[in-house]
């Protein structure tokens, strides 16, 4: 089921954090609060750069590889104003 989604996170410091997740309201939420990767605790607040899907769980996985290594996209969105 294609349910999945792909989504990159951006703090006020251009910090970039890369996620699948199904609902990624309440995981921004989790990662905000403390409950979410121990990557983002203590980073944030945690704002919605980049997103994409829907995708089945495989292909969401794929694709967050893949924007991992994207440098092109990494810098654009480093480089958005708040």
Do not use: C
């Amino acid at each position: 089921m294609k349910d999945w989604h792909v989504y990159v996170l951006r703090n006020p410091k251009g910090i970039l954090y890369t996620g699948i997740s199904k609902d990624t309201g309440r995981r921004i939420d989790e990662h905000n609060n403390g409950t979410g990767a121990k990557f983002t605790r203590g980073r944030g607040p945690w704002t919605m750069a980049y997103s994409e899907g829907p995708f089945e769980h495989g292909e969401a996985l794929r694709r967050e590889i893949a924007l991992k290594k994207d440098t092109k996209l990494k810098a654009q969105l480093k480089t958005i104003s708040d």
